[in-house]
């Protein structure tokens, strides 16, 4: 069975930095593209970022210049770097697997940012 697992959320300050890491087993990690999406209090669960196989990338505009997404294939591991963080950050961070309809999610890791 796939297991994503994240680490790294805890409580920062605002202007702080957090990385999140997302190790993977069980899959042929390599071909998926993988992502991070977070849920905020009463709010639904939002794509922040992701990465496919080749490497491209996609962010949400909320955090374009301030996460970066990035993969180390030989860990089978996914990283978010989130920098200059604001309490509106937020969220419960998830990591997902897809390929071909396929969708594997974590469990989560939760993040908060004081004002």
């Known amino acids: 069975q796939v297991q994503l697992v994240e680490s790294g959320g805890g409580l920062v300050q605002a202007g702080g930095s957090l990385r999140l890491s997302c190790a993977a087993s069980?899959?042929?990690?390599?071909?998926?593209?993988m992502g991070w999406y977070r849920q905020a209090p009463g709010k639904q669960r939002e794509l922040v970022a992701d990465i496919i196989s080749g490497g491209s990338t996609n962010l949400a505009d909320s955090v374009k210049g301030r996460f970066t997404i990035s993969r180390d294939n030989a860990k089978n591991t996914v990283y978010l770097q989130m920098n200059s963080l604001k309490p509106e950050d937020t969220a419960v961070y998830y990591c997902?697997?897809?390929?071909?309809?396929?969708?594997?999610w974590g469990q989560g890791t939760q993040v908060t940012v004081s004002s």
């Open positions: 069980r899959i042929s990690f390599s071909i998926y593209a």
């Open positions: 997902t697997a897809r390929y071909h309809g396929y969708v594997y």
